[in-house]
């Protein structure tokens, strides 16, 4: 293979790497399209009003020591 082919290859690769992901999106965007969206749930509001997050030590209980 001559350099010049290996160049032309190279080239070929990348405007196909390029433009194919772009052709694939405008194909499957056209497909769902025509599906129906799905409407978003609503927001739950927080009952709980406290900000603050609790501490390692505050979560996990400390273990309990036995003498021997």
């Known amino acids: 293979m001559n350099f ?3 160049v032309l ?3 070929f690769n990348t405007i196909v790497c390029l433009v194919l992901p772009k052709v694939l ?3 499957f965007a056209t497909k769902t399209q025509d599906q ?3 409407p978003s749930p609503p927001a739950i509001a927080s ?3 406290s900000s603050e997050i609790p501490t ?3 979560v996990i209980p400390a273990p ?3 003498s021997v």
Do not use: P
Request: aromatic share 4%; hydrophobic share 45%.
């Open 47 to 49: 009952s709980d009003s």
């Open 36 to 38: 129906v969206t799905v």
């Open 9 to 11: 290859l190279t080239v």
């Open 64 to 66: 309990s020591r036995v």
């Open 4 to 6: 010049l082919d290996g």
């Open 25 to 27: 999106s405008v194909i």
């Open 56 to 58: 390692f030590s505050e």
